[in-house]
């Protein structure tokens, strides 16, 4: 399933997945940030509350859209990830340049 | 092999049927519920990994069969995975990618939180053997 949420708020924009940020539900969230961030909106706050399970495509996705939103100027933060996401950040060192923050408020401190 | 501690599933290689490994792990650790569910959860995050290299590079695409087993023991879990996909040699013992790369980290997380990962090709089929110890600590 490759649903997904999106709130545009302006100054920045949410995209809330659900269930498995997999193989199957990240090609579409990594299409959705390169059109945002092509169409100036490239600050985005990922809401990963309702996910349950990420995977390195996942992973790569959002990766992948970070270095888009930062080469306009841009970020892509994570928010609300649960146990899981959080462990396979530390495992891959991913946490050091996607720091999860607890809530899409927190994520938003400096914009 | 009694059977009351396995835990099986068979069907083709497509992305729709992830869902299912994840229902057959979800079973195992139901029937189980001495498991600490961190040693759940990264055996799930490992054993997916495995199971995607098969959907995404098994040929020819959508016709690749395999079958999953699970074990629950008293001192590890473990999953075999059979594939009908062509021929596969598996990079071992890569190193994590660096921050900024998009792919190559499935393998490496897979290694990360396995006690074990082994690999064979069996006449037609490739045979992966994927175990984790339970109750270590730290978990990760």
């Known amino acids: 399933m490759s649903n997904f ?16 940020f997999n193989l199957v ?22 809401d990963l509350q309702a996910v349950d399970f990420i995977d390195s495509s996942g992973l790569g996705a959002l990766i992948g859209g970070l270095k888009t939103a930062r080469q306009q100027g841009g970020d892509v933060r ?4 649960g146990e899981q996401v959080r462990a396979v ?20 401190h400096d914009w | 092999m009694t059977g009351e501690n396995e835990y099986v599933l068979e ?27 961190m040693d759940v959860m990264l055996f799930e995050t490992a054993i997916i990994e495995i199971a995607n290299n098969v959907v995404e590079y098994g040929q020819p695409e959508g016709e690749v069969h ?16 059979d594939d009908t996909g062509q021929v ?12 900024d790369a998009e792919g190559g980290r499935g393998l490496a997380i897979a290694e990360a939180v396995l006690d074990k990962i082994e690999f064979e090709r069996l006449d037609d089929t490739n045979h992966w053997r994927m175990v984790r110890r339970l109750g270590q600590t730290p978990p990760v």
Do not use: C
């Not at chain 1, 949420?5 to 498995?20: I, R």
């Not at chain 2, 083709?12 to 569910?37: K, T």
């Not at chain 2, 596969?88 to 921050?99: R, V």
């Open chain 2, 66 to 81: 395999w079958k999953f087993t699970i074990r629950v023991r008293e001192d590890e879990i473990e999953a075999e995975l």
């Open chain 2, 88 to 99: 596969f040699t598996p990079t071992q013992g890569a190193a994590m990618p660096g921050e």
């Open chain 1, 25 to 46: 539900a990240a090609p579409p969230i990594k299409a959705r940030i390169d059109d945002l961030v092509a169409a100036g909106k490239a600050r985005i706050v990922v």
């Open chain 1, 78 to 81: 994570i928010a609300a990830a």
């Open chain 1, 5 to 20: 949420n999106e709130a545009d708020q302006g100054t920045y924009v949410v995209l809330a997945p659900e269930g498995k």
């Open chain 1, 89 to 108: 950040l530390k495992l891959t060192n991913l946490d050091r340049i996607l720091s999860p923050y607890d809530t899409v408020e927190e994520a938003l």
């Open chain 2, 11 to 37: 069907g083709f290689a497509v992305p729709d049927q992830l869902d299912a490994v994840h229902a057959l792990l979800a079973e195992a650790a139901a029937a189980h519920p001495e498991l600490d569910p």
